[in-house]
T-cell receptor, first 115, second 114 residues
């Protein structure tokens, strides 16, 4: 399975931008990069995903390196509600291959937002 | 629309017993995936069901099994419970196969094995 590497923790101040890095040097050409976050005592929540081009949505932006070996999740203005564990995940094929993809979660980055 | 629901939310069982957890996906979603979350191992994929068929499986022993019904609701069963099975069990639903698009997670079932 393709793996991702993220810092264990990061800290930010409220209303400042946050850049969460993720390395995925073994990514294959068909792997999508997904980001989820998990707030305390809740299930994970979808944030954004992309393949090659940078992506934007109402929650965040995803910047993908040209060689696709790394990506960065950008929260434009952090709020206290953004404090969570952020997971960078590759959508990779299961053992049966074909169209059977699964999401393999790593340890994630614990983001602390200071008021 | 209603989100993913899981029942029960909390469960306490004894070693050796078996347990069944239930997951109701978002209406219209055909895929249900199950995950185990523990402090030591993080989030680990158990299996995925799509249109009543198991499409993918993680690296868990055969004591962990599941099924999906025609209305897309899914159940997960763990037999011969061990202390190490204490965890938060999460299910997630999606329109298509997992990983193709967004997955929506439920709040989880907290299982404690004593």
């Amino acid at each position: 399975d393709a793996k991702t590497t993220q810092p264990n923790s990061m800290e930010s101040n409220e209303e400042e931008p946050v850049h969460l890095p993720c390395n995925h040097s073994t990514i294959s050409g068909t792997d999508y990069i997904h980001w989820y976050r998990q707030l305390p005592s809740q299930g994970p929540e979808y944030v954004i995903h992309g393949l090659t081009s940078n992506v934007n949505n109402r929650m965040a932006s995803l910047a993908i390196a040209e060689d696709r070996k790394s990506s960065t999740l950008i929260l434009h203005r952090a709020t206290l509600r953004d404090a969570a564990v952020y997971y960078c995940i590759l959508r990779d094929r299961g053992r049966s291959g074909g169209s059977n993809y699964k999401l393999t979660f790593g340890k994630g980055t614990l983001l602390t937002v200071n008021p | 629309k209603a989100g993913v629901t899981q029942t029960p939310r909390y469960l306490i069982k004894t070693r050796g017993q078996q347990v069944t957890l239930s997951c109701s996906p978002i209406s219209g979603h055909r895929s249900v995936s199950w995950y185990q979350q523990t402090p030591g191992q993080g989030l680990q994929f158990l299996f995925e069901y799509f249109s009543e068929t198991q499409r993918n499986k993680g690296n868990f022993p055969g004591r962990f099994s599941g099924r999906q019904f025609s209305n897309s609701r899914s159940e997960m069963n763990v037999s011969t419970l061990e202390l190490g099975d204490s965890a938060l069990y999460l299910c997630a639903s999606s329109l298509g196969l997992a990983g193709v698009g967004e997955q929506y997670f439920g709040p989880g079932t907290r299982l404690t094995v004593t």
